[in-house]
């Protein structure tokens, strides 16, 4: 069984531990989980650290279980959030909790015969509690002045948003969780973010009080680059695992966009190569940085990781698309994606097929008129899907349009433009 601790800690994966006493839990086969609230119908690549994390338990030996919070997502974790969270309804927690058990699903091995993981939702035993027996059985466990001191319950009473006492109780909720699986399924290891300390020790001070027993926890950085900006953002918002979410172009793009001086810790993060080979590519990479082989490298590994090996094909191929490769196989979705920045011009359909390739770019803009047209074409300068238009003649046929919605017009090496069908 290799050690998981120093794996997590080579990789820059820990933070803190409740106790020094983990690595002697970890020597052995153990039960460890974090949680997930489904305040999306997906994670985001910010989750993927504790998602790694408990992958990397998983590939030592240890047993991972997966909690999505069906119960604490209907209030919402106020931990390191200056404002409470939109409260979501019973529907649309069950929706985004499908989601998650699918993101969840393309790390963790649910059919290893030795440390199968396991995925649960805490309303299973949460929402069988009244709101008396709640109180009875677990409320009075907790002491206000702990409770209080908790900084994330701090920070916010000291903000002029305020603090709810639905968010207030979300320490209680996630804290009855851990002795849930303490004892239904022996889970000793709670791991997640540093902002979950105060609820992961508030689980481990339940645990002690109900039951006499010790169990632990364990935090993961919450990941910055260089320039201090948190980890998973973008200037169009967040990075989603979902591809219908964040397309596997612009997820792929993200991490080929990585500064570098973050691309080596990225790679020790968000992927399972071997560190020794993480410094061979650093190496490379700084010898040669107009090549930026570690953020390929990094863009690669982790698309294939959340996407398979298919989405990395679909990322690649996206990206030659830009540098004039060819377009087989590529759906209309992909191509809007890619170039979701570039002019656009919308045609009825009867308008477009079956009429000159001329008419369509003067029309578009690309050119400002037929003269300059035929120069571009006979020149060998226009393109078709990436396709040279060869004939002065030719006329939009039905199979330039991809998907029957989308052609891709290009003049030169980079000047491109998209024809849609409205």
């Known amino acids: 069984m290799s050690d998981v601790i120093a794996n997590l800690e080579e990789r820059g994966l820990l933070e803190a531990m409740t106790s020094d006493e983990i690595r002697g839990l970890v020597a052995e086969p153990t039960v460890v989980y974090a949680g997930f ?14 998602i790694l994390a408990l ?28 404002q409470e969270r939109e409260l979501l309804g019973r529907e649309t927690v069950e929706a985004n909790l499908e989601g998650i058990r699918e993101n969840l699903s393309r790390f963790l091995d649910f059919e290893d015969a030795n440390v199968p993981a396991t995925i649960v939702n805490n309303h299973d035993w949460i929402g069988a509690f009244s709101y008396i027996a709640f109180l009875r059985d677990v409320g009075k466990h907790f002491r206000m002045g702990t409770m209080l001191g908790k900084e994330s319950v701090r920070s916010r009473m000291d903000s002029d948003e305020g603090m709810s006492f639905a968010e207030f109780s979300y320490q209680t909720i996630q804290a009855y969780d851990f ?39 364990l935090t993961h950085p919450l990941v910055c680059d260089s320039n201090g900006q948190k980890f998973g953002k973008s200037e169009d918002g967040a990075i989603y695992l979902s591809a219908a979410r964040t397309s596997i172009y612009d997820f792929y793009q993200y991490f080929l966009r990585t500064e570098d001086a973050d691309a080596e810790r990225y790679l020790k993060i968000f992927t399972f190569l071997d560190v020794s080979e993480i ?25 294939q990781i959340v996407h398979g090996p298919d989405g990395l094909r679909i990322a690649q191929r996206a990206s030659a698309v830009l540098f004039g490769g060819e377009m087989q196989d590529m759906s209309s979705e992909d191509l809007l994606a890619i170039f979701s ?8 359909r009867d308008a477009l097929v079956g009429t000159p390739i001329i008419e369509i770019v003067v029309a578009a803009g690309l050119c400002k ?7 571009l074409i006979s020149s060998g ?24 919605r989308v052609m891709l017009l290009r003049s030169g090496k980079k000047n491109y433009h998209v024809v849609k069908v409205a």
């Not at 920045?341 to 009825?348: G, I, K, L, N, R």
Request: aromatic letters at 4%.
């Open 37 to 50: 609230d489904p305040t999306s119908d997906s994670l985001q690549v910010g989750n993927l650290v504790a």
């Open 279 to 303: 410094a061979e590519v650093a190496r490379a990479s700084a010898e040669a940085p107009e090549k930026r082989l570690a953020q390929i490298r990094l863009a690669e590994e982790v698309t």
């Open 381 to 404: 300068g226009l393109y078709i899907n990436n396709t040279r238009v060869g004939e002065i003649d030719t006329v939009v046929q039905a199979d330039h349009l991809i998907d029957r």
């Open 179 to 217: 002795l849930h699986l303490h004892d239904s399924e022996g889970c000793r290891l709670q791991i997640g973010g540093s902002d979950q300390w105060g609820n992961i020790t508030a689980g481990i001070d339940l645990i002690h009080k109900r039951r006499g027993q010790e169990a632990f926890g």
């Open 369 to 375: 008129s037929n003269s300059a047209t035929r120069r």
């Open 341 to 348: 920045d570039v002019a656009s011009t919308e045609f009825a």
């Open 55 to 82: 992958a990397h338990f998983q590939r030592c030996g240890h047993r991972p279980i997966a909690l999505a919070g069906g119960a604490t997502g209907m209030i919402g974790d106020p931990s390191g959030k200056e």
